[in-house]
């Protein structure tokens, strides 16, 4: 009998809290109108907030379930400049050779091969090269084929690698500025302290570490030293073991001088490419 009175007494309240619940307000996407929640639209919108992953899975769901060629391609191309713009080469330069080898004819074209050459040289030295001269083949007159040769050409400098032939503006002022301000390879320079290497801590002076040249020049000293008297006593098996030392401290000396050398050098480069800020590539 309880339940039965429980039952109607659910039964004759239910409809009296139903009409007491609110009505929700539809949900609306945040900073979003209704007119940009629209298929690319939607996605330019997410990555001018910032949201570059959602946009490059928008990208990737209009190239799947959009009817629209035209979409289909801009989605392809997005998705590799997003790839790239993430920092993901490896991944845009997969997609960019998608997007090449299905749209060939593509107004695109141009910039995925540009974006293409920056890709591959971030994952390889000297990566952009294949790129470059395909820009150069097939689209003389594009800007991006100009921003891929100085991006390329900067790229070079950057390494401390051989610069090719300086052809525009902006290459041969890049290149006046290193041969002003670094007439000597890295090569040159580490062979130079190298040889000087040969007069003990002359080299580590020549490369800046003073203090190291201090200690190879005393620990020489009294190598050559011990060398002198054993050999004036005759004492030929330490006169082997002194010689032998003072040849390896020379021998690690040089090579530490060569290395020091050369990786000042490169830093000294980097310094001044990072300082010349209206030399530094751009994309068009």
Do not use: C
Not at 106 to 118: A, I, K
Not at 134 to 140: K, Q, V
Not at 147 to 165: C, I, M, N, T, V
Not at 243 to 266: K, P, W
């Amino acid at each position: 009998m309880r339940v039965l009175l429980l039952l109607l007494a659910v039964i004759l309240t239910g409809p009296v809290y139903a009409e007491e619940l609110p009505s929700l307000p539809p949900v609306v996407t945040p900073s979003l109108s209704e007119d940009v929640a629209t298929d690319t639209l939607f996605a330019e919108k997410l990555e001018e907030q910032g949201e570059v992953r959602g946009a490059l899975i928008e990208w990737q769901r209009i190239i799947y379930e959009s009817d629209d060629l035209d979409e289909q391609e801009k989605a392809a191309f997005n998705v590799a400049r997003l790839y790239q713009k993430l920092g993901e080469y490896g991944k845009a330069l997969n997609f960019s050779q998608r997007f090449i080898k299905k749209y060939p004819e593509s107004d695109y074209t141009p910039e995925v091969l540009y974006r293409m050459s920056v890709a591959a040289e971030k994952l390889k030295d000297n990566g952009a090269a294949f790129y470059v001269q395909d820009l150069r083949s097939n689209h003389p007159d594009s800007k991006w084929t100009a921003a891929a040769e100085y991006h390329y050409y900067w790229q070079r400098a950057k390494s401390g690698s051989f610069l090719p032939d300086a052809n525009g503006v902006s290459q041969r002022e890049l290149k006046h500025r290193l041969d002003t301000h670094l007439p000597r390879s890295p090569k040159a320079q580490a062979r130079i302290a190298a040889t000087l290497s040969v007069l003990p801590g002359v080299g580590l002076v020549y490369a800046g570490e003073w203090q190291t040249a201090l200690g190879v020049m005393l620990a020489s000293a009294l190598l050559a030293w011990a060398l002198w008297h054993a050999l004036r006593h005759r004492h030929i098996p330490y006169a082997a073991i002194w010689g032998v030392l003072l040849l390896t401290l020379l021998f690690l000396s040089m090579a530490r001088a060569y290395h020091i050398a050369e990786d000042n050098h490169h830093k000294k480069r980097l310094q001044l490419l990072m300082a010349w800020e209206d030399l530094y590539p751009l994309e068009p």
